[in-house]
Each structure stands twice: as structure tokens, then as C-alpha cells.
Nanobody, 123 residues
Framework: QVQLVESGGGFVQAGGSLRLSCAAS????????MGWFRQAPGKEREFVAA????????YYPDSVKGRFTSSRDNAKNTVYLQMNSLKPEDTAVYYC????????????????WGQGTQVTVSS
């Protein structure tokens, strides 16, 4: 089992940057692919990044490609989401999730979820 805790959210002006962290418990963290999702009020949870178990592969939707970068440090049981050139439409609660299949954009493919961290981008 894996427990996930996100941190690093906050308020930022448009064009700014934030780095989110997701700390995992459990010795099997390195065997999981990880995903990042976000959810704005009144909207469905949206996929924003995936990273393979060793960090060698990443995948992003067009909405964040070129602005967001995910990485991981398995020695620290932590995965990161670097967010640059932030826009007001990036405002949401951001979640990390762990699953067995790399690259899925479907929430159903992820077995473990963090509690989320709020990101607010002002115009």
C-alpha cells in the first residue's frame, strides 16, 4: 500500500512558477507509475502528467505540455511537478496518484491518491 501527501501549492501570479511535491510512504513506491491530476470547482478531475516508475518516460496533455514537467526521486520516495508559465485556468486542487500502468489519463487506473494541494493563479 502507498500513502501520498502533496505539498507546494499556493498563490502565484500569472506567468509565475510553482513546484509541487508528492511524498510517498511504503517501500514499493519505486514500482509504481505516478500521475498528476487537477480538479477545479465544478469540473471533472483532469489529467496533467504521468511519469514511469523510474522517471524515464513522461507524458503530458496538450493543455500543459511545454509548461509542466514531472520528475521523481525514488531514493526520497518523492515525485515532483514543476509548473511554469502558470495561467489563471491552471487554478485547481492538484493531486498525485500511484498506479501500475504508466501513462494512463484515466483516474480509474490509479489505486492510491493524495489529499490534494490548492494552486491559485491570479491574473
Amino acid at each position: 500500500q502507498v500513502q501520498l501527501v502533496e505539498s507546494g501549492g499556493g498563490f502565484v501570479q500569472a506567468g509565475g512558477s510553482l513546484r509541487l511535491s508528492c511524498a510517498a510512504s511504503g517501500r514499493t513506491f519505486s514500482s509504481y507509475a505516478m500521475g498528476w491530476f487537477r480538479q477545479a470547482p465544478g469540473k471533472e478531475r483532469e489529467f496533467v502528467a504521468a511519469i514511469s516508475w523510474n522517471g524515464g518516460r513522461t507524458y503530458y496533455p496538450d493543455s500543459v505540455k511545454g509548461r509542466f514537467t514531472s520528475s521523481r526521486d525514488n531514493a526520497k520516495n518523492t515525485v515532483y511537478l514543476q509548473m511554469n508559465s502558470l495561467k489563471p485556468e491552471d487554478t485547481a486542487v492538484y493531486y498525485c496518484a500511484a498506479g501500475r500502468e504508466y501513462g494512463s489519463s484515466r483516474t480509474q487506473e490509479y489505486a492510491y491518491w493524495g489529499q490534494g494541494t490548492q494552486v491559485t493563479v491570479s491574473s
